[in-house]
């Protein structure tokens, strides 16, 4: 089975910095797009930003130049690296990874249980 875990939310001021963390295991042959959501109360998931297995990224307009998405492909980790933090930007995060399960054929999404994300002074 595949487990995908997210660590590094918690109460941040305005102007300050968090490091979100998301870590996939179990039997993976290949992780292909790695995605950071958020959803704020009241409000639809929103695709924060991704990044794909070569590299290419990809931002909302409401954090691009705020925010940088990295990835360890040998530990199948992804980061988002929130600047600049906003009140706006509290919510919970959720990673989402299209990854291909050993023995199998075809990508499928797995998602991580959140993380609060709070901005607030």
């Known amino acids: 089975q595949v487990q995908v875990v997210e660590s590094g939310g918690g109460l941040v001021q305005p102007g300050g910095s968090l490091r979100l963390s998301c870590a996939a295991s179990?039997?993976?042959?290949?992780?292909?797009?790695m995605d950071w959501y958020r959803q704020a109360p009241g409000k639809q998931r929103e695709l924060v930003a991704r990044?794909?297995?070569?590299?290419?990224?990809n931002y909302a307009d409401s954090v691009q130049g705020r925010f940088t998405i990295s990835r360890d492909n040998a530990k199948n980790t992804v980061y988002l690296q929130m600047n600049s933090l906003k009140p706006e930007d509290t919510a919970v995060y959720y990673c989402?990874?299209?990854?291909?399960?050993?023995?199998?054929?075809?990508?499928?999404?797995?998602w991580g249980q959140g993380t609060q994300v709070t901005v607030s002074s």
């Open positions: 989402s990874t299209g990854l291909r399960v050993s023995g199998s054929s075809g990508y499928t999404y797995y």
């Open positions: 990044i794909t297995s070569g590299g290419n990224t």
């Open positions: 179990g039997s993976i042959f290949s992780i292909n797009v």
